[in-house]
Nanobody, 120 residues
Framework: QVQLVESGGGLVPHGGSLTLSCTPSESGFTINSAAWYRQAPGNEREMVAK???????RYDDSVRGRFVISRDNTRTTLFLQMDNLKPADTAVYYC??????????????WGQGTQVTVTP
């Protein structure tokens, strides 16, 4: 079954930047609406950024002005540009998306997650 594959996580100092990427595990799928979530130890998973099929974006207050969600022109890769990172941003980051391939529509597909750690 098709999944999403995230990459780009890592260890970064306070104030640093990272760019996360997310792409379908099988070719031929495009990304419609999508979102990035994160889950820190002991916390519930929370949405940090969302992009609609038409390109409208929405951000959680905690990341607005520092994170940018986007898709490439082919709609095969989802990005999360993260700037001015803080230790509070430390979490496993997950992408979630509705996918399309010809007439096939798949909803709420998840990735396996990528760890982001921000040191003080």
């Amino acid at each position: 079954q098709v999944q999403l594959v995230e990459s780009g996580g890592g260890l970064v100092p306070h104030g640093g930047s990272l760019t996360l990427s997310c792409t379908p595990s099988e070719s031929g799928f495009t990304i419609n609406s999508a979102a990035w979530y994160r889950q820190a130890p002991g916390n519930e998973r929370e949405m940090v950024a969302k992009i609609t099929m038409g390109g409208t974006t929405r951000y959680d207050d905690s990341v607005r002005g520092r994170f940018v969600i986007s898709r490439d022109n082919t709609r095969t890769t989802l990005f999360l540009q993260m700037d001015n990172l803080k230790p509070a941003d430390t979490a496993v980051y997950y992408c979630n998306a509705d996918l399309a391939k010809s007439s096939l529509r798949l909803r709420e597909i998840w990735g396996q997650g990528t760890q982001v750690t921000v040191t003080p």
